[in-house]
């Protein structure tokens, strides 16, 4: 039902800052009817985790990405945000934003658990 559109990426030199967003492209579905997620993949790695946000607002996140990155939701704008700063180089990969409707759902960083995916945006940081 939900359709994701990412944006936000791009190059940055290490300890660099962007901001990642996720909106519904349909326009048709909002963002406060589910749990949402930020994941990332490197070449040759598996997808992993990097923060979820339920729809009371509690979070969850990857242990190297807690501190430094910050998942939020702007409800006016049904945009879903991931403000990422002090990036470092192994912080470079596609990033995914991902959805799962509310009932029942929770703040996880397992890919398993979300079956609404957006087609990721390129994330580069350099030395």
């Known amino acids: 039902q939900v359709q994701l559109a990412e944006s936000g990426g791009g190059s940055v030199q290490a300890g660099g800052s962007l901001r990642l967003s996720c909106a519904d492209s349909?326009?048709?579905?909002?963002?406060?009817?589910?749990?949402m997620g930020w994941f990332r993949q490197a070449p040759g790695k598996e997808r992993e985790g990097v923060a979820a946000i339920d729809t009371k607002g509690s979070t969850q996140y990857r242990n190297s990405a807690n501190g430094r990155f910050t998942i939020s939701k702007d409800g006016a704008k049904n945009t879903l945000y991931l403000q990422m700063n002090n990036l470092k180089l192994e912080d470079t990969a596609e990033y995914y934003c991902?959805?799962?409707?509310?009932?029942?759902?929770?703040?996880?960083?397992?890919?398993?658990?979300?079956?609404?995916w957006g087609q990721g945006t390129q994330v580069t940081v350099s030395s």
């Open positions: 991902a959805a799962v409707s509310s009932w029942g759902c929770v703040a996880t960083i397992t890919p398993k658990f979300f079956n609404y």
């Open positions: 349909t326009f048709t579905s909002s963002l406060s009817d589910y749990c």
